[in-house]
């Protein structure tokens, strides 16, 4: 079968949308073998920062001299992004075997076993990952949970140490329409005697989360309670000094920018503690050039210059905010910051633009090729709110001209509102890559 109508196979099974259980989750895997009992992990769940704490563990595990597996959702240009051995994507012909054989395999079964298997795109693609994972023999598997985490489809693991990120209001319909409620979902990955460590800040998540741990026995590390990093200098927001749970490293070093990976870095640094007391050591040296080689697209990464263009997959109000701090740092060495922002529907419109357009002195507001994207004149009647006027581009590969054009070489075209627009963004600006980002978590 070609890539693409394997591709178009995988996206074919949203028409069964998002399903959460893992009893279809346990059934593919043991069609598989039970691939995810065959390799150690690491479970990271959260709001935001998931995919940034994931790269820089996996880039120390890395740098230690592990074989490391990485599963991250979603992609922003090629499915084969979701999934990494040693950083490097899956080739489109191991995903074309894989999702053949997983698919094979529910399709087979009798109706005396239990025929008539109708999984979902992220529980077969789970199934595709830890399969890849165990045939490639990993020494270890870092793994992003996709939506929630109780339930999550990625929830058949048994890691040596489970990550929260942070809590925020998130899939409300899905997660609950509270606090407590989303943290309850997250709080799902912590298993028996199994370390946690929590970037959570409310006080009503981080009672659910030390809750839970208490009923599994397993031991809570808090940020910045109980680890934390501290910023060298103003000037210098990207080195800091780590003050572990029972180390000390100074002077590290990260390349993504923004302070806020500071904090990732830590998550990622307090879970690296965690693991070389179950046995895997990360020595200092592996950790600084881990740390410093580190790469995750899509957040405030720079892909162009003169005028210099970044993109950040910010979606959600918190998100948004952690953005804005950090484009209020950034922007103090360009003339004019020029906003391109495309949301979906589903999400908080009116928070995310309250935090961003304010900041702009162009927005150029367009919409990602995605079923869900919002409306364009519905989102530049919420940036009007904010902002005086809003120009409006029918695409993403439209508004980036746009932007260039009357955009000086000293000015800042930042493109955001969601991971769709970026990967459509990265999609434009990249000559021959396979298209924009697709695919739903749960």
């Given at each position: 079968?070609?890539?693409q109508?394997?591709?178009?196979?995988?996206?074919?099974?949203?028409?069964?949308g998002?399903?959460?259980?893992?009893?279809?989750?346990?059934?593919l895997?043991?069609l598989?073998?039970?691939?995810h009992?065959?390799f150690r992990s690491?479970?990271?769940?959260?709001?935001?920062?998931?995919g940034?704490?994931a790269?820089?563990?996996?880039g120390?595990?890395?740098a230690?001299?592990?074989?490391?597996?990485?599963?991250?959702?979603p992609?922003?240009?090629?499915?084969?992004e979701?999934i990494?051995?040693?950083?490097?994507p899956?080739t489109?012909?191991?995903?074309i075997?894989?999702?053949e054989?997983?698919r094979?395999?529910y399709?087979?079964?009798?109706?005396?076993?239990?025929g008539?298997?109708t999984?979902?795109?992220?529980e077969v693609?789970?199934?595709?990952?830890?399969?890849?994972f165990?045939?490639?023999?990993?020494?270890v598997?870092?793994?992003e949970?996709?939506?929630?985490?109780?339930?999550?489809?990625?929830?058949?693991?048994?890691?040596?140490?489970?990550?929260?990120?942070?809590?925020?209001?998130?899939h409300?319909?899905?997660?609950?329409?509270?606090?407590?409620?989303?943290?309850?979902?997250k709080?799902?990955?912590?298993?028996?005697?199994?370390?946690?460590?929590?970037?959570?800040?409310?006080p009503?998540?981080?009672?659910?989360?030390?809750?839970?741990?208490?009923?599994?026995?397993?031991?809570?590390h808090?940020?910045p309670?109980?680890?934390?990093?501290v910023?060298?200098?103003a000037?210098?927001?990207?080195?800091?000094?780590?003050r572990?749970?029972?180390?000390?490293?100074?002077d590290?070093r990260?390349?993504?920018?923004?302070?806020h990976?500071?904090?990732?870095?830590?998550?990622?640094?307090?879970a690296?503690e965690?693991?070389?007391?179950?046995g895997?050591a990360?020595?200092?040296?592996a950790?600084?050039t881990?740390?410093?080689n580190?790469?995750?697209?899509?957040?405030?990464?720079?892909v162009?210059?003169?005028p210099?263009i970044?993109?950040?997959?910010?979606?959600?109000?918190?998100s948004?905010?952690v953005?804005a701090?950090?484009v209020?740092d950034?922007?103090?060495g360009?003339?004019?910051?020029?906003?391109?922002?495309?949301?979906l529907?589903?999400k908080?419109?009116?928070?995310?633009?309250?935090?961003?357009?304010?900041?702009?002195?162009r927005?150029?507001v367009?919409?990602?090729?995605?079923?869900?994207?919002?409306?364009?004149?519905?989102?530049a009647?919420?940036?009007?709110?904010?902002?005086?006027?809003?120009d409006a581009?029918g695409?993403?590969?439209?508004?980036?001209?746009?932007?260039?054009?009357?955009?000086a070489?000293?000015?800042?075209?930042l493109?955001?509102?969601?991971?769709?627009?970026?990967g459509?963004?990265?999609?434009?600006l990249?000559?021959?890559?396979?298209?924009?980002?697709?695919?739903?978590k749960?």
């Open positions: 079968m070609p890539f109508e394997t591709i178009d196979y995988l996206f074919g099974l949203q028409k069964h998002i399903k959460f259980g893992l009893s279809n989750s346990r059934r895997m043991g598989m073998g039970d691939p009992l065959r690491i479970h990271i769940a959260g709001t935001n920062g998931k940034s704490t790269a820089f563990l996996a120390m595990l890395l230690a001299g592990y074989r490391v597996g990485l599963y991250t959702s992609h922003l240009v090629s499915f084969t979701r990494r051995i040693n950083n490097v899956i489109e012909d191991r995903v075997d894989l999702a054989r997983v094979t395999r399709e087979s079964l009798p109706p005396a076993e239990g008539g298997l999984p979902t795109f992220f693609t789970t199934a595709m990952a830890f399969t890849c165990a045939e490639e023999r990993v020494d598997a870092v793994v949970a996709g939506m929630g985490g109780r339930l999550d489809s990625t929830n058949v693991i048994t890691p040596m140490v489970s990550v929260i990120t942070n809590i925020d209001l998130e409300t319909e899905y997660l609950g329409d509270t606090i407590e409620k989303i943290a309850g979902e709080a799902g990955v912590i298993k028996p005697a199994v370390p946690v460590v929590t970037g959570a800040a409310q009503e998540a981080l009672r659910v989360i030390e809750q839970t741990a208490a009923s599994a026995g397993s031991p809570v808090r940020m309670n109980d680890f934390g990093g910023p060298r200098s000037g210098q927001e990207q080195a800091f000094d780590y572990g749970i029972g180390m000390r490293l100074a590290l990260i390349g993504m920018r923004g302070q990976q500071i904090g990732n870095a830590c998550l990622a640094l307090a690296a965690c693991i070389a007391q179950g895997m990360v020595p200092d040296a950790i600084r881990g740390l410093a580190a790469v995750w697209e899509g957040r405030l990464e720079r162009a210059e003169r210099d970044f993109l950040d997959g910010a979606h959600n109000p918190a948004a905010r953005l701090d950090a209020r950034l922007r103090q360009y003339r004019h910051l020029v906003l391109v922002i495309g949301i529907m589903d908080d419109c009116r928070g995310i633009v309250s935090q961003l357009a304010p900041l702009a002195d927005v150029i367009t919409k990602p090729r995605y079923s869900r994207a919002l409306d364009i004149q519905l989102l009647a919420e940036i009007g709110a904010f902002h005086r006027t809003a581009a695409n993403v590969a439209e508004a980036i001209g746009l932007a260039r054009q009357g955009a070489e000293n000015d800042l075209i493109i955001t509102g969601s991971l769709y627009t970026v459509d963004a990265r999609a434009a990249r000559p021959g890559a396979s298209g924009p980002l697709q695919g739903l749960g």
